[in-house]
Nanobody, 129 residues
Framework: QVQLVESPGGLVQAGGSLRLSCEAS????????MGWFRQTLGQERELVAA????????????SVRGRFTIIRNNAKDDTKNTIFLQMNMLKPEDTAVYYC??????????????????WGQGTRVTVST
């Protein structure tokens, strides 16, 4: 059974930092792109960051570039893969439900939410002024 389990989000003041993690298990995630999306009420889910299986390439949304970092840690036997989203200099507009996701394939060309095969349950991040 495939599972993507995000760490709890939380409430943080503007300018602060928060680190999210997502543990993926239940199948080999070799050659899977993994990423973070976020969604606010009434808005479409948007990509925040993505990373290749080897961790050698990342993509970040313009709105978070320079503030957020995505990191990946793969178990040697590929039974578990973990990604992290380090969020610094948080702004109130970063408030959203954040989702971890995984997509088959190595290409970073298709990063829209419809291309992703597996999803976490979401974790809420609230940034106060």
């Amino acid at each position: 059974q495939v599972q993507l389990v995000e760490s709890p989000g939380g409430l943080v003041q503007a300018g602060g930092s928060l680190r999210l993690s997502c543990e993926a298990s239940g199948r080999p995630f070799s050659w899977h792109v993994m990423g973070w999306f976020r969604q606010t009420l009434g808005q479409e889910r948007e990509l925040v960051a993505a990373i290749t299986w080897e961790g050698d390439r990342t993509e970040l949304a313009d709105s978070v570039r320079g503030r957020f970092t995505i990191i990946r840690n793969n178990a040697k036997d590929d039974t578990k893969n973990t990604i992290f989203l380090q969020m610094n200099m948080l702004k109130p507009e970063d408030t959203a439900v954040y989702y971890c996701a995984a997509r088959k394939g190595v290409s970073m060309a298709q990063l829209g939410p419809t291309y992703f095969d597996y999803w976490g349950q979401g974790t809420r991040v609230t940034v106060s002024t």
